[in-house]
């Protein structure tokens, strides 16, 4: 079986370098498909290290290997052969087919192989990275990417991507980040980590309240609610210009902001009226429209990836509920019915599903259903778990944990394959995982 989907593989590639059709040899929606063993050289330092730098230098190259290692692994692909059973020195192979001794990876079971090498020069990490099969003796792919010498981890996940991407033909993650919320200097600041929680970012630094952290749809904005000014509003940073401008700062609150799809538009809950209520903001033109118009309290907007519906969270039927708004009839419809507490709806990338947090006591849950409320399905059952955000493939729902204080886990979208996140800052809630990021 493996030396058949090896041999898949090398075909696929074969059809990209002639321009022919693409075809897809790593079938996402299969019920069951099996890991496949891979082993991962150590890299090779093609430089000239001086006794000075060599630390600084071995420091990258364990950085290079274990960024390999996590997205394997998280690509749920692949198994990973204990790099001690490695036969092979890297000093002394290289990084061709000619330079390949195939037959010691095949005797520890590899199937497909990792190797690569990479320079420093001066500020600048350049790294070149062989994807081969070991059954057939052929290279599968090759990639070389160059990146700051701060951040090896950036790189790999480039690679990670490309790989992804040629296997699925579908965007891969590994690029992407994710926002959180952590209270551990005293103050609530916004963070931004990679993926995998590596290489964590205080994004705010207003020693005030900071909450509810979304994206942009072309990741390069955060809105989230502030109280650095006294009362909630809404505020937006430019992550490329530093720039942080007030977006709703209304009198009463002004929270739970979130992006159109196309970006022009804001779907947020305001009180300067009486009740909390959902409304739109544009952007281009400051304009308000109020949406909801009840005695109940209406809130955590999240839009339809066609920009049609909102779910959100009312309790004008008591306990609160999600509901989905019809942008172009203005009626709401109540998809909810159990549960004392349903909250945070998140709209899946395809508008296949809406995951959310249910509470029948003192904890919750992360749930899923369709938009019409049909297909309730129970993710998590351990803990106390709040807060779905879906990666921008659909494939995984990252997530907060009670544990020890608080933590962010990442599942696979059906609840199974579930990963602890270190992000090395203690307490983080509330994440939001970016769309793909160039």
């Known amino acids: 079986m493996a030396k058949k989907l090896i041999t898949a593989l090398i ?6 370098a002639t321009d022919a059709p693409a075809k897809v040899y790593i079938d996402l929606a299969a019920p069951s498909r099996r890991a496949l063993p891979v082993a991962v050289e150590e890299f090779r330092d093609l430089g000239t290290a001086s006794a000075r730098d060599k630390a600084s230098r071995d420091a990258i190259k364990k950085e290079l290997y274990d960024a390999v290692i996590t997205d394997l692994k998280f690509s749920g692909f692949f198994t990973v052969i204990d790099k001690k059973a490695n036969l092979e020195d890297p000093a002394k192979s290289g990084l061709t087919v000619s330079t390949t001794n195939f037959k010691n990876w095949r005797a520890i079971g590899a199937d ?54 040629e ?34 970012v205080k994004i705010t630094r207003n020693k005030s309240i900071n909450l ?24 937006s940073l430019d992550l490329t210009t530093g720039r942080d401008e007030a977006l709703s700062n209304r009198p009463g609150i002004n929270i ?42 209406d809130v955590s907007p999240s839009w339809s990836p066609d920009s049609k519906r909102i779910a959100y969270v009312s309790d004008t039927a008591g306990n609160p509920h999600i509901h989905v708004l019809d942008l172009s009839t203005g009626k ?43 297909g309730l399905t129970q993710l998590t059952f351990d803990g106390d778990n709040r807060h779905p955000s879906w990666s921008p493939d659909g494939r995984y729902i990252v997530y907060s944990s009670s544990d020890k204080g608080g933590s962010l886990r990442i599942m696979s979208s059906d609840g199974t394959r579930v990963t602890k996140i270190d992000t090395g800052i203690r307490g983080e809630k509330a994440p939001a995982w970016s769309p793909f990021l160039k």
């Open 11 to 16: 075909l696929l590639f074969a059809a990209f």
């Open 112 to 165: 497909a192989l990792v190797k690569g090498g990479f320079i420093v020069e001066g500020d600048r990490l350049t790294v070149e990275i062989r994807f081969f099969d070991c059954v057939t003796e052929k290279l599968v792919t090759g990639k070389k990417f160059s990146g700051s010498v701060r951040n090896p981890r950036r790189i790999i996940h480039f690679f990670s991507d490309a790989v992804y991407e």
């Open 167 to 200: 296997l699925t033909a579908k965007k891969g993650v590994f690029t992407s980040k994710i926002l959180f919320v952590s209270g551990s200097g005293g103050n609530k600041e916004i963070y931004a980590a990679d993926y995998d929680g590596k290489n964590a």
């Open 212 to 235: 509810a952290p979304q994206w942009s749809p072309d990741g390069q904005k955060v809105l989230y609610v502030s109280y650095k000014r006294g009362t909630p509003a809404m505020y």
């Open 256 to 297: 739970g902001g979130m992006y159109s799809p196309d970006g022009r538009k804001l779907a947020l809950t305001l009180s300067s009226e009486k009740s909390p209520e959902l409304y739109l903001l544009d952007l281009s033109t400051r304009e308000y429209k109020k949406l909801t118009d009840n005695n109940g309290i």
């Open 332 to 374: 709401s419809k109540r998809i909810t019915f159990k549960g004392k507490y349903n909250s945070s709806p998140s709209w899946s990338p395809d508008g296949s599903s809406i995951a959310f947090a249910r509470s029948d006591g003192a904890r919750f849950n992360v749930w899923t259903m369709r938009p019409d409320g049909e």
